[in-house]
């Protein structure tokens, strides 16, 4: 049992006790990971009956899907080095009557993955609250791990961000400074990396990183200033959820990446996972339906980037 816990509970002191950084900070070949987004356990029937406050009390579709994601990756070889779910890991809102059956049941589900292909957990929204507080967040820490940590995986820097803080952290200002402060001192570490990529549920920005503030992204001044950080850090891309549609676009050369969900899909996108490769010289990456990951596995052109050394 308490194995079992620590597998979801690895993100603690601000880093990833999976992988030790004396280990993982020299490049070494290229790999892949494959990042998921919004499971959102309750979303579907919610979404369906038009009642996305207080519906959600079956998630009976988003276990499926879950398990298929599970056993899609399980299949895989090689093994990807992780698998990062950026948020949204179910729909209960902290406080609300399912919240605690969805997370188990969706603990349920994941400890059936690998046990060597680490699981890397983001805060999304409804995981910690739209109007975060630090009982929220630390609840969400009990549960899942830190709510923001650096680790190292094959010579790539990675950064995972609650991106909450930065939508509205009016009823816990302190815990975003101590992120603004924290995330300073990564991004000095940055400057020395091959690559670097980051993690949070709230997209910078979903096509131009001039569009409108909305839900779905952060708002402008917030965004700017934390782009141009990331672009003087030599940060490559940013991996992010929340939309439950893919899109993305450019800063200067950060690629903004934004996938759809394992979850309800709120667009055209089928439930799928993104499959990211890291090479040497770039960052490649392409959004898999369950299905096809499922029966079809990685594609040729891309397992071939993985085998270069």
Known sequence: MAEERDMFLRARGRTLSAFREDDECQWKAPFYFIQGADPQFGLMKAWAIGDCGNGGDEWEEEIKLTEQAVQAINQLNPKPK??????DL?????????????EQDLKNVLKNIDQDIPLVFVSGNHDIGNVPTPETIDDYCKHWGDD????????VFFLVLNSQLYFDSSKCPELKQAQDEWLNAQLAVAEKCKHVIVFQ???LFLQNPDED???????????????????KAGIKAVFSGHYHRNAGGYYKDL??????AIGCQLGEDT??????????????HKYCSLNDLSSQGIEKELMDLIKQN
């Open 255 to 260: 690629e903004m990446v934004v996938s759809s």
């Open 82 to 87: 992780f698998f990062v779910l950026c948020g």
């Open 90 to 102: 179910i729909h209960g809102m902290p406080g609300t009557q399912w919240r605690k059956d969805q």
């Open 213 to 231: 503030h909305d839900y779905f992204n952060l708002e402008k001044s917030v965004r700017h200033e934390l782009m141009e950080k990331f672009h």
């Open 201 to 203: 549920h709230i997209p």
């Open 271 to 284: 439930h799928g996972l993104r499959v990211v490769i890291v090479t040497a010289e770039k960052i490649v």
């Open 148 to 155: 923001y940590f650096s680790f190292w995986v094959g010579g």
